[in-house]
């Protein structure tokens, strides 16, 4: 967290929400970046660029344009989501049952299940506000502009792995593979519990020269990554545990077990039949010799 890393500022971010502004208000940006000696790239570390770093440009603009920014202190990708407030939360204390303690009983008040609106993936002849929801480039980005101010962010697998090889070869260093920046989840095939899992995204952002604002330069249109995360996860200890010897070995001793009572029913089923004929084999050998006549002894 201790090393610089190189990475555009706030003003590409800017430069691009300003590309089809006025001409004039372009030149007044120029010129406002000039003053503040704001160039297209700077050294930050990873912790800066992730939680916030002072930044002059933003706080000339909350100064003047108070609404404009969201950011009303330092300027990062997760700036405003560390340590943020997302609602209420109930939990049990477990006063009445330790076992119940700090697990989450409502959020917001609500204790039901949220349902997304039934608008959620509508396209634009449903839900007009869904129509070019996604003004993507190549293929393999997803535009999440409209979820971070406009600014022109996408997201995609890492090195942009499974997107157009020209997303790759456009900057250097990157070396997609699927063992490394693949997407995964193990569910299991019966149940359908999610058993290991590892979550790979990147995030970036789209580049380029704007005309007008001098400091964007000669920069070719190019989505330059900042950053990549994963999350991943998997099923242990007790829970695991647990899930085995109810889901995979109980149902394999009743798989055997059945063979076994079926076996079992036939032996007791045979048991009385046999002592049957033997009962009657018996029987009729008895009459047979009290009929037969006394044999007679010569003198």
């Excluded at 997304?116 to 002849?125: C, D, H, K, R, V």
């Excluded at 046999?274 to 047979?288: F, L, N, P, T, Y």
Aim: aromatic fraction near 10%; hydrophobic fraction near 40%.
């Amino acid at each position: 967290m201790a090393s610089s890393l190189p990475c555009p500022r706030a003003l590409q971010g800017a430069a691009m929400m300003m590309e089809n502004k006025p001409m004039s208000l372009k030149l007044i940006m120029t010129l406002a970046f000039s003053t503040l000696g704001e160039r297209a790239f700077m050294n930050r570390t990873v912790g800066e660029i992730m939680w916030g770093y002072e930044d002059p440009l933003v706080h000339l603009v909350n100064k003047y344009l108070p609404n404009m920014f969201p950011f009303k202190g330092k300027f990062g990708l997760f700036a405003e989501l560390n340590n943020s407030n997302s609602g209420l939360f109930t939990v049990f204390t477990g006063v009445k049952d330790f076992s119940r303690i700090h697990l989450v009983d409502k959020w917001n008040g609500l204790s039901k299940r949220f349902v997304a609106p039934s608008t959620l993936f509508a396209n634009g002849s449903t839900y007009p506000p869904n129509e070019g929801f996604c003004p993507c480039l190549e293929s393999g980005i997803q535009n999440i502009s409209t979820c971070r101010f406009n600014a022109p962010l996408f997201l995609s697998h890492p090195h942009f792995y499974n997107a157009d090889p020209m997303l790759a070869e456009a900057v250097l260093g990157l070396h997609p593979n699927p063992e490394e920046h693949s997407l995964f989840l193990d569910v299991h095939p019966v149940t359908g519990i999610p058993m290991n899992c590892s979550v790979k995204l990147q995030l970036s952002l789209y580049v380029k020269a704007i005309k007008g604002i001098g400091q964007t330069g000669k920069i070719e249109p190019v989505v330059l990554p900042l950053m990549w995360f994963e999350e991943s996860g998997a099923m242990e200890g007790e829970p695991l545990q647990t899930f085995y010897t109810q889901l995979v070995l109980v149902p394999s001793v009743l798989h055997y077990a059945q063979y076994v009572l079926v076996g079992l029913g036939c032996v007791l089923l045979f048991i009385p039949i046999i002592h049957q004929i033997r009962s009657q084999v018996g029987g009729g050998w008895r009459e047979a010799r009290a009929e037969r006549p006394p044999a007679r002894l010569s003198g």
